[in-house]
């Protein structure tokens, strides 16, 4: 049993999108997920609405602050994995889940170089290993990366993270038409058609190899 959460200080970033395709692989793989919409937006409760969900896979709806810890423990005790999606502004609740987590993901994009921001989550994230008194493990990857420049991968990305002492994922999720259809059609990209978007098949391949290193950072363990 796994919770991860994905967190980042700012909106648009990836996170709901990396939440889903996430838990899409988790789901094809045949275990039990719990996706935990903690956004007041709700994005995962409206894409859950859109189509319905295959059996290895549930929402559950968190409120705030004061019910975050309960929802996580809650959706723990029944799932393989939990997958906390959160909203983009600093709250205390994104505080609370990082302390329950056993890995934070911070995604970034990639056109904006943007250390600074990650710095941001990382500081807050390194502040709840007090509070949780344990080392609770995370990395930043690039999500929205152009297609065109997946060439330029792992080592440059991995450099520019070394430098902020920021440790990052090994693959990046890339731009894809199938992972912006998902919140049009529903579902995962295992249940999207080829006829529904360009691109599926490089999108599903893509999400086996983001989902595949985060199983290695879990089973990696510590930071
Ligand atoms: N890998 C991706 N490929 C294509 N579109 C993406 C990808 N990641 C995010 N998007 C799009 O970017 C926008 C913001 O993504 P979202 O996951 O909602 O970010 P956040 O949850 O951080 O606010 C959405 O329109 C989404 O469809
Ligand atoms: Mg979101």
New binding site residues.
């Given amino acids: 049993m796994a919770v991860i959460s994905?967190v980042?200080s700012?909106?648009?970033?990836?996170?709901?999108?990396?939440?889903v395709?996430l838990a899409g692989e988790f789901a094809a793989a045949g275990r039990n997920v719990v996706l935990i919409d903690a956004?007041p937006n709700r994005?995962l409760e409206a894409w859950s609405r859109l189509r319905p969900l295959s059996s290895q896979l549930r929402i559950m709806v968190d409120d705030s602050a004061e019910t975050v810890i309960d929802t996580i423990e809650e959706a723990r005790a029944g799932a393989d994995f939990v997958i906390v999606?959160l909203e983009?502004t600093a709250t205390d609740r994104i505080g609370f889940a990082v302390a329950r987590s056993d890995l934070v993901l911070i995604?970034l994009q990639q056109s904006v170089l943007d250390a600074n921001e990650a710095a941001k989550s990382v500081k807050l994230i390194r502040q709840m290993w007090k509070v949780a008194n344990r080392e609770i493990p995370y990395r930043a990857f690039y999500?929205?990366?152009p297609p065109a420049i997946r060439e330029r991968t792992a080592r440059d990305i991995e450099r520019q993270f070394n430098d902020a002492s920021i440790p990052t994922l090994p693959v990046s999720?890339?731009?894809?038409?199938?992972?912006?259809a998902?919140?049009s059609i529903g579902g995962t990209i295992h249940e999207l058609e080829t006829s529904d978007v360009s691109g599926l098949e490089s999108a599903r391949e893509n999400a086996r190899e983001f989902a595949q290193s985060v199983i290695n950072t879990l089973r990696g363990g510590v930071a």
């Fill in positions: 994905l980042s700012k909106g648009g970033v990836g996170k709901t999108t990396s939440g395709v956004d994005p999606d983009g995604p999500s929205r990366v999720l890339i731009d894809r038409a199938a992972y912006r998902l919140f």
